[in-house]
C-alpha cells in the first residue's frame, strides 16, 4: 500500500509499547483535568524573549495554558518567544474564540509567527481574518478535528461541541479554507481516541505527520509529541532562517575578541617582568652602608 503521509520516528530510543502509551494517555486526562482546574486561578506569563520566529499555542476543547508547560519549555530551548493564548474554559462558540485569537495577535503586535493548535484549537485557526492570517507564517494543527468528529455527540450541551459534528457548516468552513492554504500542517495519530475517525484530523497532503503512538493528548502532551513539534519547526526555520538577532551571542563572541588580545598583552608584561630580574641580577638594591662617626 503507497504511503501518503510521513511519519516521525523518535531520534533516541524506540517507540514505547502500547500499554505503556495506554497508561500515559490516561496520566495525560488527568493532569489535563487537574490543568484546567487550576487554570482558573494559574495562568503561564508569555515568554517574549529569543532570537527566532515566535510561537503562539492555541488549546483545544477544556485546554488552559498550563497544559502547554512541557511544550513551552521545549521550545523556549530552542530560542522561541512563545505565548499561549488565553481563550477561557473553552466550551463557547468556536468563531468567537477566533476573533479572541486575531485581537491577541494585534494587540501583542505577534508577526511573522507560527500557530501550535491542539484539537479544536485548529478549528479556532481557521476561522482567522486576513487581519490575523497576515500575521502567521504557518499553522500546525495537532490531532484537529477538521472534519468534525463522533465524540462530539457524546456533550451536546456545550456551542463547541454542535460546531465539531461531521458534517457541520463551521467543519465544512474548515475544510474549504484549509484547502486553499499552503501553510498548514496536520499532525495525527491513529490511536486518536477523541477525534473518530482519525482520517478527520488529516488534511490529506503528502506532509500530513503521524506520530506512531496511542493517545489524543500524546501528541502535545507526551514526549515524542513535544520532539516532533520541535523538530518540524527547526525544519521550518532553516528554510528561511532570520537574519538573526543573535545579538547576545554576538556580543559574548566581539567580548570573547576583546579579552583574547589583552589577555596576550597582559602575558606578555607578565613573561617581560619575570625575565627582567634573571637577565640583570646586579640591579637588586644593596643595603646602604653606615658611615662611622668621627671621634672629636
Known amino acids: 500500500m503507497k504511503k501518503d503521509h510521513l511519519t516521525y520516528l523518535p531520534e533516541k530510543g524506540d517507540i514505547r509499547p502500547v500499554f505503556v502509551q495506554h497508561l500515559f494517555e490516561i496520566y495525560h486526562h488527568i493532569y489535563y483535568f487537574i490543568c484546567h482546574v487550576l487554570g482558573i486561578f494559574i495562568d503561564i506569563p508569555h515568554h517574549t524573549e529569543g532570537y527566532k520566529r515566535p510561537i503562539v499555542c492555541v488549546s ?5 495554558s498550563l497544559t502547554w508547560a512541557a511544550m513551552r519549555k521545549h521550545l523556549i530551548s530552542l530560542g522561541h518567544p512563545v505565548y499561549v493564548v488565553p481563550l477561557g474554559f473553552q466550551v463557547g462558540n468556536i468563531r468567537k474564540k477566533s476573533k479572541i485569537l486575531e485581537n491577541f495577535l494585534i494587540e501583542n503586535d505577534i508577526k511573522d509567527c507560527y500557530l501550535f493548535c491542539h484539537s479544536m484549537g485548529g478549528l479556532i485557526a ?7 492570517r497576515d500575521r502567521v507564517r504557518k499553522i500546525f494543527v495537532i490531532g484537529s ?3 468534525g468528529t463522533y465524540m462530539a455527540y457524546l456533550a451536546p450541551i456545550f456551542p463547541c461541541t454542535w460546531q465539531m459534528m461531521p458534517g457541520s457548516k463551521l467543519t465544512k468552513e474548515v475544510v474549504e479554507t484549509y484547502s486553499k492554504f499552503h501553510n498548514v500542517q496536520a499532525v495525527f495519530t491513529k490511536g486518536d481516541g477523541i477525534v473518530r475517525p482519525w482520517e478527520n484530523s488529516r488534511l490529506g497532503h503528502f506532509d500530513d505527520v503521524e506520530i506512531p503512538e496511542y493517545g489524543h493528548l500524546n501528541l502535545y502532551l507526551g ?7 520541535g523538530s518540524l519547526v527547526t525544519s521550518e526555520e532553516k528554510k528561511d532562517p532570520l537574519p538573526i538577532k543573535q545579538k547576545p551571542v554576538a556580543k559574548e563572541e566581539s567580548k570573547k575578541e576583546i579579552s583574547t588580545p ?8 607578565k ?25 672629636r
Request: aromatic residues 4%.
Open 271 to 295: 613573561t617581560a617582568a619575570a625575565k627582567k630580574p634573571a637577565s640583570s641580577p646586579k640591579k637588586k638594591a644593596s643595603p646602604k652602608k653606615v658611615k662611622p662617626k668621627k671621634k
Open 126 to 132: 481557521a476561522g482567522l481574518s486576513y487581519k490575523g
Open 60 to 64: 483545544g476543547f477544556l485546554g488552559r
Open 262 to 269: 589583552s589577555s596576550k598583552t597582559t602575558a606578555k608584561k
Open 145 to 147: 478535528p477538521l472534519s
Open 223 to 229: 514526549s515524542l509529541g513535544i520532539e516532533c513539534m
